[in-house]
């Protein structure tokens, strides 16, 4: 029999072995990103624009429809950094794209 290390997990109250600790604060630091319609969304993934925005700075506006290819995610849960042709650095918030 091994012995293991407890750490007194606050959030429960109760005493866990280290590594099911580690792997809850590695779970609760993950950020979901949902787009409009609640769809999950990750690194790569497609999503098209639900609404006409106004990009700042660019003079251009995106189109309802607009297919934005290969999102990542920025560590917020309501914003997503994409390419877009003669956009640089764009930031989306999920709450107007829906996932393809």
Same mark, same amino acid.
């Given at each position: 029999?091994?012995?293991?290390?407890? @750490?007194?997990?606050?959030?429960? $109250?109760?005493?866990?072995?280290?590594?099911? /600790?580690? =792997? #809850?604060?590695?779970?609760?630091?993950? @950020?979901?990103?949902?787009?409009?319609? *609640?769809?999950?969304?990750?690194? $790569?993934?497609? @999503?098209? &624009? +639900?609404?006409?925005?106004?990009?700042?700075? /660019? *003079?251009?506006? &995106?189109?309802? *429809?607009? &297919? =934005? !290819?290969? =999102? #990542?995610?920025?560590?917020?849960?309501?914003? +997503?950094?994409?390419? %877009?042709?003669? +956009? !640089? *650095?764009?930031?989306?918030?999920?709450? %107007?794209? #829906?996932?393809?």
């Amino acid at each position: 029999m091994q012995d293991e290390d407890y @750490v007194y997990d606050e959030a429960s $109250g109760e005493w866990l072995p280290a590594a099911e /600790a580690a =792997i #809850r604060a590695e779970a609760a630091e993950r @950020v979901e990103v949902r787009d409009a319609v *609640g769809n999950l969304l990750a690194d $790569g993934d497609q @999503v098209t &624009l +639900i609404r006409d925005l106004d990009v700042k700075g /660019a *003079g251009q506006t &995106l189109k309802r *429809g607009t &297919l =934005i !290819k290969s =999102i #990542r995610l920025t560590g917020d849960d309501q914003e +997503i950094d994409c390419k %877009f042709d003669g +956009i !640089k *650095g764009l930031v989306l918030r999920a709450e %107007f794209v #829906r996932k393809r």
